[in-house]
């Protein structure tokens, strides 16, 4: 080998030496890095608290009872007297479990109230008036088949079309947009001449806030302006009276509610007044309720007349079918007033029966204006589209379908009874199911919407007047109001009702009710005087509101929920616990086989730096033979 190569190869040595020597050092901190994390991982197990089985001694007590020979009683908390007297030394909690009579409410989902339906139609011109704004007309007039064609601002095309006075559908809509709501309880009916009067009652205040000082009093009536004013005997007024109507519309439920009082046996929270000659009233005039003023109101009553349409005269039923179409319902009477407006006497019927005079009101049709009608179904009065132009605003209206239910049959399989007044009175267990669910509906854990669903059912003086159903599921007997099934019933035809059948579409659940006896745990908490003995057990008890002495029976119990979960827990936190040290171990199962690895890397660089210190120094000796035949050479 050449001087030159051997230097060469000497110095490829060194750097390679140099680099299993770095490559060393590399493994030397990997493996201290594995070190250091499984050591971690070791003090982090030492740091684990290995779960402890639970004893059922810790869960053991002594429990102390009695009975006074009606209920058995278990002493469930007793704390000593700070002042404790001669008489008492404890205040000792006791409780027993007792049947209470309980009345509940239920849901039911699907409830398929089966009913008898007549389509009807709402309007709420905050819901369902709208104003079209007009892009263009085109034409301006009428087409040939005496359409009107619109172009709305967003350039959506409408086509209002004339409505067919004989399509049924279409007049019902439109006598819900055009019609006029009336009380139904302000109608009354002359059997004699086969005619209804409605009663329309305006109030308004003559004279404010007047001084009690200002009315002159004679006896027990009042003067005041040149009216006598005389107390009016609540007593003697009837919901149907016109009395009694004219002064609910001037005082509302306050008078509703004296009324109901005085009927009752009570005494009224106001003393009301009317004037002997005119439908004025006054308030309180002695003072009644704290009273220094009192406001003088006046009631205009004026009076409608509706007459019998007779069906059989051509012409008089060709004029009804504008209104209510050629399938108006024949069973029906029909009665119109002088400016052609029509009511239905079945409408007025269902509308004042006692259940709900209050709520209900009843559309008065009138046929005189003409409608049309867009693919929306939306509908526009014929003068609004004649005088419509290019950019105005075209009023609209639509209709929501709100039928009315009667005759309910049955909720799903269970027919449903009507509770008749004989019912009620003389079956003294449904009257007392009843008033125990009325009475629970009305305490903290009922329902006010229930509880006011069955006061609808009762009058003024608490006489059941109707309303109440009851069914049979599952061998119980369940109660239900007719509000409730109306509810469910009418929940079917909701906009996001799934079905159109009026069964399987019914999306509020019924409320149904119930009452039975619970076992109900009843507490007491008093003072007591507690006696202990030899072994520093309570043996006896005497409470403050009672002369016997008890016997207190001791027994050891375990608190089994407590222990219980207390089992559960432990089993939860060991199985934790192993899956934490199967973690570590897995963790560091993988750290030895990675440092193993390093070892096996580390050893195989031992070897070779071995290898290459000896090919250095054999290479090193041929260099310094080189070097020594040099200098001899050139030193002669």
């Known amino acids: 080998m050449g001087m030159a190569a051997s230097q060469a190869r000497y110095i490829a040595l060194t750097a390679r030496k140099s680099n299993v020597e770095y490559e060393g050092q590399q493994i030397n901190q990997s493996r201290l890095i594995l070190a250091n994390q499984t050591a971690d991982l070791f003090n982090q197990m030492l740091g684990m608290q290995v779960p402890t089985a639970p004893s059922s001694t810790d869960f053991t007590k002594l429990e102390y009872s009695y009975s006074d020979g009606i209920n058995d009683s278990v002493l469930e908390n007793y704390y000593q007297i700070g002042d404790s007297d001669s008489e008492y030394n404890y205040v000792v909690t006791s409780y027993h479990y007792e049947k209470v009579y309980t009345g509940s409410k239920k849901l039911m989902n699907d409830p398929q109230v089966q009913a008898v339906k007549t389509d009807k139609y709402s309007y709420d011109p905050a819901k369902n008036h709208k104003e079209l704004y007009v892009k263009a007309l085109l034409p301006p007039t009428q087409t ?63 004279n404010a806030g007047v001084a009690l000082t200002s009315f002159v009093q004679a006896g027990s009536n009042y003067t005041y302006g040149g009216q006598t004013y005389a107390p009016v005997d609540l007593n003697t007024l009837d919901v149907d009276d016109q009395q009694y109507k004219n002064m609910l519309a001037i005082y509302g439920t306050d008078f509703e509610a004296d009324v109901a009082k005085v ?46 349409v007779d069906t059989t005269d051509a012409a008089q039923e060709a004029e009804l079918i504008k209104v209510y179409g050629t399938d108006y319902d024949k069973n029906d009477s029909f009665y119109k007033d002088a400016n052609g407006n029509y009511i239905s006497a079945n409408e007025i019927k269902q509308s004042q029966t006692s259940l709900d005079h209050k709520d209900k009101t009843v559309l008065a049709s009138n046929s005189k204006t003409v409608y049309f009608k867009d693919e929306d179904g939306n509908y526009a009065k014929e003068a609004d589209l004649k005088t419509m132009i290019v950019g105005s605003k075209l009023p609209i209206d639509t209709a929501k379908y709100s039928p009315t239910f009667k005759d309910y049959t049955a909720v799903g399989n269970s027919k449903l009874t009507l509770l008749s007044q004989d019912d009620y009175k003389k079956d003294s267990t449904i009257s007392t199911e009843i008033q125990q669910i009325i009475k629970d509906m009305k305490g903290p854990n009922g329902s006010t919407a229930s509880a006011e669903n069955f006061a ?128 570590i171990n897995a963790k560091t199962e993988i750290i030895q086989a990675q440092d193993r690895n390093l070892e096996l890397r580390l050893e195989q660089l031992n070897t070779e730096q071995s290898a290459l210190q000896n090919e250095m120094e054999a290479v090193k000796k041929v260099v310094d033979k080189h070097v020594e035949q040099g200098f001899k050479v050139f030193g002669g």
């Open 144 to 206: 040939g088949n005496g359409s009107y064609i619109i172009t709305d601002s967003n350039n959506y095309k409408h086509t209002f079309r004339p409505v067919d006075n004989n399509n049924s559908l279409d007049r019902m809509k439109i006598n819900a947009i055009s019609g006029t709501n009336l009380v139904a309880d302000y109608f009354s009916y002359n059997d004699v001449a086969d005619t209804y009067t409605y009663t329309d009652i305006q109030t308004s205040v003559q």
């Open 263 to 308: 009927k009752a046996g009570g005494v009224a929270e106001n003393k009301y007044y009317k004037s002997t000659t005119t439908e004025q009233y006054a308030i309180n005039l002695d003072g009644t309720n704290g009273a220094t003023t009192s406001d003088i109101d006046k009631v205009t009553n004026t009076q409608t007349v509706y007459n019998k």
């Open 456 to 583: 609808k059912c009762f009058d003024a003086a608490g006489e059941y007047i109707g309303g109440i159903y009851s069914f049979e599921k599952d061998g119980v007997k369940y109660y239900t109001t007719v509000f409730d099934l109306e509810k469910s019933a009418t929940s079917a035809y909701d906009e996001d009702s799934i079905a159109d059948n009026g069964i399987d579409g019914q999306q509020d659940k019924l409320a149904y009710y119930h009452a039975t006896y619970l076992n109900t745990k009843v507490s007491e908490t008093k003072k007591a005087l507690l006696d202990t003995d030899g072994s520093g057990r309570f043996s006896t008890v005497k409470f403050e509101d009672d002369s016997v002495v008890y016997t207190l029976n001791v027994e050891t119990i375990i608190d089994e929920a407590a222990y219980n979960d207390a089992v559960n827990k432990y089993n939860y936190d060991q199985k934790e616990y192993d899956k934490a040290i199967a973690d």
